[in-house]
């Protein structure tokens, strides 16, 4: 009878060690799960902080862009301004320099100072825009990259919960066992 009871507690003690280490094996892939969750926590408000600062970027490009096309358009204005003064001071030097050539001169020469004026401007707001949306460009791939890892600490995730499942109904399945 000794025997028996010494098997049953060895068997007991068997039974006892492998629910040991299967709740260990569960709460493993519990940790891994939870860690691959945090993770893909951290990624996903990364990626969002850089998709903001992009979007942030290229509404102030945009607003730049308005800009350099008003100087593009007043350039254009006293480009056009110039020229016909230009073309006055032909025509009175055509008819033999009857007029204020003088001033018809000064006139071309005030409208195309403008002209330089808004050109210059407006390149140097469409450099600006150009590096802004440059730089919210490399903010959205950036961000690319973060939210391709946090897909991969999603899928990383579900694979430990699947295994955490199946450690658990394997824990189940030993408790059934034992209780028949």
Do not use: P
Not at 90 to 109: P, V
């Amino acid at each position: 009878m000794s025997e028996i009871s010494d098997s049953i507690e060895q068997d007991i003690r068997t039974l006892d060690d492998i629910l040991k280490e299967l709740n260990k094996e569960a709460a493993n892939h519990k940790a891994e799960r939870d860690k691959y969750h945090q993770q893909a926590d951290v990624l996903a408000e990364k990626r969002d902080k850089l998709q903001e600062k992009a979007k942030r970027l290229s509404s102030e490009a945009r607003a730049l862009k308005a800009q350099r096309d008003d100087y593009n358009l007043s350039a254009q204005e006293n480009k056009q301004k110039r020229d016909e003064w230009n073309e006055k001071v032909k025509m009175m030097k055509a008819r033999g320099g009857l007029g204020d050539i003088s001033g018809a001169k000064q006139m071309a020469e005030t409208y195309h100072q403008k002209m330089v004026k808004c050109n210059t401007s407006g390149q140097a707001i469409h450099e600006k825009m150009h590096l802004l949306f440059d730089e919210a460009d490399k903010l959205r791939q950036e961000a690319q990259v973060c939210h391709d890892q946090y897909l991969d600490c999603k899928r990383a995730a579900d694979a430990e919960h699947e295994k955490y499942i199946q450690a658990v109904k394997r824990i189940n399945s030993v408790k059934d066992n034992l209780q028949d």
